[in-house]
């Protein structure tokens, strides 16, 4: 089978690259390279943000109405066509079918839909000063900005990070990660038929190093919307630290999910299950240390076993596969040898622990077992940094000051999610929980118009609704002074 090649979207053009570097893109249940990605650099980026600089003028001046207009189409032409690009994003991320389709294609249209109407809505403010002045501020757009996506929800984020970018009347060049580029590759070619005029999102494809950063610093790019892991979190506030950028960091996570003895006990198992094995457990909001008080520890335990070892492993474009392949080999060994760490430091497998071997097509693919530790205390490796794949640690707690004290012990400060029929409590611990999301009975019920981000290692700025609409743009404040 001949492979697929993917390229550049430049001034709403398909090209290769400047130099004629590509990678290899793998399908992860299989082993198999499948596709080429152009490997592109600072030349590409030069031509990219030519594209983008011409195309500001107009696209910033568009009437709010029109580029909803155009969004709006873009996300009707994700829907149209969400059976290719859910079977694209299996194929290219190792995640099951039917996730694909239920919650990143869907999501990707939704998102761009929103923004589509966010920005027909979107107002600013004024500030009278009795009999003296008005203040009213504007919200311009910056310009051109740069948005970065990871591999984990491919389309999804690259969506949730481009639409608030060209709703706003940025010019955008993203970058989607090297591991799963087809989605990004194939919205490129929606965007032209949604009428997206040329040169107004340009997307390059590469490494980190070879166009990631090139992309960060450019001294022509106004803002860098960036969602992935802490460590390169760090080197794009250190690389851009005297440009005075604005940033955006949505960054890793180790987020705890505190269970209590009075929690919906059945309700709780399943949903723990899935806050925790979800696209194999890489999800930043994934629930990957699991509190539980000491009163139902050993039956929570028992019923969580129970019910992560009910769930069918298999082929991602399988319609019934619940759990599928990790994105790639690095990563794999990388989630394996977590597992060993846990083992070195005291821990109990309770299920799973190995890499998993499945016949036919996808022998050679990247699966690991769903798996549960216990016996590790908090301070461990394994409890204290992001595995990123489909491992959950339990502990248990005695009471509500040590869960909390345990939940908050974290670098990181992303999501929280707690279990209890005590409503008292939970908003007790709310108030105290070091996230900056905690979901009460639920996980990963979202709401577009929420603030979304993390604090601490967790990263800097908020996503969603208002929040990215602000982000890009620039508040000016006009002061007018008026005559008696
Ligand atoms: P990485 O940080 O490795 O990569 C994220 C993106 O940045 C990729 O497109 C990557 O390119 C690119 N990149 C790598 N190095 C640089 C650089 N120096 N300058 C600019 N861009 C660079 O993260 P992963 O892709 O491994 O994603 C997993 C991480 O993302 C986890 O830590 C997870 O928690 C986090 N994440 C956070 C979310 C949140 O909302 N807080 C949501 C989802 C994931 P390439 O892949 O080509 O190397």
């Known amino acids: ?78 829907e149209q ?5 859910a079977e694209a994003e299996a194929r290219d991320n190792g995640k099951p079918i039917t996730l694909a389709k239920n919650v990143d294609i869907y999501r990707a249209a939704a998102n761009i839909r929103f923004f589509a109407q966010a920005c027909t809505q979107f107002s600013s403010e004024s500030h009278a000063m009795e009999n003296t002045a008005i203040n009213y501020t504007l919200r311009q ?24 970018a060209l709703a706003t009347g940025n010019c955008v060049i993203a970058k989607p990660s090297e591991v799963t580029p087809m989605t990004a590759y194939l919205l490129s070619k929606l965007c032209s038929q949604a009428g997206l005029p040329r040169g107004v999102l340009n997307i390059l494809h590469g490494t980190g190093p070879s166009i990631g950063a090139p992309l960060t610093e450019h001294p022509d ?8 892991g802490s ?45 925790a094995f979800a696209n194999q457990g890489q999800i930043c909001l ?43 080999k690095p990563h794999m060994d990388k989630v394996l040898s977590y597992i060993e760490l846990a083992k070195r430091e005291g821990g109990t497998l309770l ?20 798996t549960i530790i216990s016996g590790l205390n908090n301070q461990c490796r394994a409890n204290q940094e992001e595995i990123f794949g489909p491992v959950c640690t339990l502990q248990s707690f005695t009471n509500e000051k040590e869960a909390l004290q345990l939940a908050n012990d974290s670098e990181y400060g992303l999501a929280c999610s707690i279990w209890s ?34 604090m601490k290692a967790s990263g800097s700025g908020r996503e969603g609704g208002l929040e990215a609409m602000r982000f890009f743009t620039e508040p000016k404040n006009v002061c007018v002074q008026f005559k008696h």
């Open 351 to 370: 299920t799973g622990g190995e890499q998993l071997k499945i016949k036919g097509r996808c022998a050679d693919g990247y699966f690991v077992q769903p």
């Open 286 to 328: 994934c629930g990957s240390r699991i509190l539980i008080e000491e009163s139902i520890y050993d039956r929570f335990a028992t019923a969580l076993r129970n019910e992560v070892e009910q769930l069918i492993i298999g082929d991602p474009l399988e319609e019934t596969t619940q759990f599928g392949a990790l994105v790639s």
């Open 421 to 454: 029929q005590d409503i008292s409590r939970c908003h007790r611990l709310a108030q105290q929980i070091e996230t900056g999301i905690v979901w009460i009975n639920c996980w990963l019920l979202r709401d577009l118009r929420t603030p979304f981000g993390g």
């Open 1 to 78: 089978m001949s492979l697929i090649r993917i390229q550049n979207y430049i001034n709403g053009e398909w090209l290769d690259p400047i130099d004629g570097q590509y990678l290899d893109d793998f399908e992860p249940a299989t082993g198999q390279v499948y596709a080429t990605i152009p490997n592109s650099n600072e030349k590409d980026l030069d031509l990219a943000v030519k594209a983008a600089q011409q195309a500001f003028p107009s696209w910033s001046n568009t009437p709010a109405e029109q580029k909803a207009k155009i969004l709006n189409k873009l996300a009707d032409l994700i």
């Open 231 to 275: 460590n390169t979190g760090t080197l794009i506030k250190q690389a851009t630290a005297k440009q005075h950028k604005k940033l955006s960091l949505e960054l890793g996570g180790k987020n705890p999910t505190v269970v209590f003895a009075d929690c919906d006990f059945d309700r709780t198992v399943k949903e723990v299950a899935r806050s």
């Open 221 to 228: 790019i106004k803002a860098v919307s960036f969602t992935g």
């Open 81 to 85: 066509n969400q059976d290719e690009l």
């Open 141 to 164: 757009p910056l310009g051109v900005v740069a948005c970065i996506s990871p591999w984990n929800l491919p389309l999804y984020l690259f969506t949730w990070k481009i639409a608030p």
